[in-house]
């Protein structure tokens, strides 16, 4: 009904607002309107409605995997077939599938020198592993920074690594990949161990034994924590993964493996009789990603990503429904409604110069798992021509411990790659919005590290700019009680345009965002 209303509604307008000039040789030119009039189509009526549904009981909280969850990508599909906008993929097909799998705690040994370490005991992992391996490379710190790389000269091509936590220091006491007394981000807690994952199976290791003493324990407690509650955990598939696996391992084994590794330097080839029986029941699970874009009318293949999780906590042990309005079900919603502001727009012959991708991902709740999936193993678009990404992530709600302005939001990761972004976003929102941007999470130290903890990351982590949008916590975040009746639909409206003006001139601005920053 209301695309018909806004058909004869265009034609009217056609006449007296976006002129619609014949010259004489037909061509037909529009005069642009104002992204203003478009933003103006994302209305609290409109998120309301969504919300009330995507949000409902009916969805069951939205877990990866579960009913709810199949509801939720059914309901986006829809919405993106009722505005007629295409699928990402070539074949038309709006879901990426992404393959998961349930793995409960692993159970098995290490047997080293034929001396055997048992598992939760000597080393954790969260990975299934078998195999026998005469040599080990011992790699140092495993890390790889401009010209420093513990790699030098090591052959690690389907071999087991050996990997200590910790920097290189030179002589002067400074450390080798700062060049100061300042640590890099290979000892930030949230990304080092990923980073030597990362680059590991980039050299083509089968897996690898990590050795932090200082952490160990730490591990150790989750691990034993995961074991009395084993309620399994979900991983992107193993198969999607290409098998890799990480063992935590603590001084005993370590030494057992390179005596006096604490104060080894130099990386060398081990050899060492390794047997790995290491099995873990596992359940596969297929998920979704729902994708959608609008193809950019003078440079299509550069792509503007935005993004939210259409995934929440579902059911909990006692029956309540954790329905998710603001967590995610306020960031899915927006997007909805910014794609369809994008397509009014593309409909009067405005639609944005480049691709505008909507990527609504699963798995979020359970480890960024739909995204690090985009990311990691199947970009429908090229990362590499992926010029930013805008990730929405409760949006809907007010952070009670904030005080001052409640037509606020927290912005976070804007000026972490690109000084551009960070500015453009500033200047749109003086010029349309007018919202409190609020940076206190800003800092990738917060201890909250909300950088770390949303879909965003796994785009900056590949020095993609980004920007995440987020109201901070609440009294209902995780718990039944975030429920669409909660919303603010005034903040969640303007907060909604405020992002659709960002992407809009990102979108159309005549140079890409630069990239000025590159995280290591
Ligand atoms: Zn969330």
Redesign the pocket.
């Known amino acids: 009904m209301k695309k018909l209303i806004m058909m004869t509604m265009g034609m009217v307008m056609a006449c007296n607002s976006s002129q619609k000039t014949i010259s004489e040789t037909s061509e037909v030119t529009y005069t642009p309107k104002s992204p203003k009039v478009y933003a103006e189509t994302i209305t609290e009526e409109e998120l309301k409605e969504h919300l009330y549904i995507y949000a409902s009981d009916d969805f069951e909280g939205r877990e990866t995997g579960k009913p709810g969850q199949k509801k939720a990508v059914e309901y986006l599909r829809e919405k993106y077939k009722t505005m007629d906008i295409p699928a990402a993929k070539k074949d038309g097909d709006y879901f990426q599938n992404v393959p998961l799998e349930v793995s409960q705690l692993p159970k098995g040994s290490l047997t080293v020198n034929g001396k055997e370490y048992p598992l939760g005991t000597d080393f954790l992992t969260f990975s299934r592993a078998q195999g026998s391996y005469d040599h080990i490379v011992y790699a140092g710190y495993g890390i790889e920074s401009g010209n420093y790389s513990d790699y030098n000269n090591l052959d690690v091509e389907g071999k087991i690594v050996l990997i200590k936590a910790g920097e290189p220091v030179d002589d002067n006491g400074n450390y080798k990949i700062s060049g100061s007394s300042k640590k890099s981000v290979w000892s930030n807690m949230s990304e080092s161990m990923g980073k030597r994952m990362e680059l590991a199976t980039s050299k083509g290791a089968k897996g690898m034994l990590y050795f932090d003493q200082a952490n160990f324990p730490r591990f150790k407690s989750r691990f034993d924590w995961m074991k009395s509650n084993d309620s399994g955990r979900m991983e992107l598939s193993n198969d999607s993964t290409g098998g890799f696996f990480t063992f935590w391992i603590n001084s005993k084994l370590a030494n057992a493996i390179l005596p006096n590794i604490a104060t080894q330097k130099k990386g060398k080839t081990l050899t060492v009789p390794l047997k790995i029986d290491v099995q873990s029941q596992n359940n596969g699970v297929v998920s979704e990603n729902v994708v959608a874009v609008i193809e950019g009318s003078e440079k299509p293949e550069e792509y503007v990503v935005i993004s ?2 259409l995934d ?1 906590i579902g059911v909990s042990p006692d029956g309540e429904i954790n329905n ?1 309005a ?3 079900g306020s ?1 899915s919603v927006a997007l909805l409604e910014i794609a369809q502001a994008f397509k009014q727009a593309a409909e009067d012959g405005q639609g944005p110069k480049r691709s505008i991708v909507f990527l609504h991902v699963t798995g ?2 359970k480890g960024l798992l739909g995204s690090r999936y985009y990311t990691d193993i199947e970009p429908i678009f090229p990362l590499k021509q992926t010029v930013a990404n805008l990730n929405i ?2 949006i809907g709600r007010i952070d009670p411990k904030r005080t001052g302005e409640r037509n606020y939001i927290y912005l976070i990761g804007s000026d972490k790659l690109s000084t551009d972004l960070h500015e453009l976003s500033e200047e749109v929102n003086t010029k349309f919005t007018n919202i409190e941007l609020d940076y206190t999470f800003n800092d990738e130290n917060d201890p909250n590290r909300f950088y770390y ?2 879909d965003h990351y796994n785009f900056a982590k590949n020095n993609i700019p980004i920007i995440f949008y987020f109201n901070g916590t609440h009294d209902d975040y995780h718990r039944p009680g975030d429920t669409p009746d909660k919303i603010n639909y005034d903040l969640l409206e303007n907060r909604t345009r405020l992002i659709f003006h960002t992407a809009w001139e990102v979108a159309n601005r005549e140079q890409r965002v630069i990239v000025d920053k590159i995280l290591e």
């Open positions: 939210s999780h929440h998710g603001d967590d995610d960031g979020e709740e992530d409760m903890r949303s």
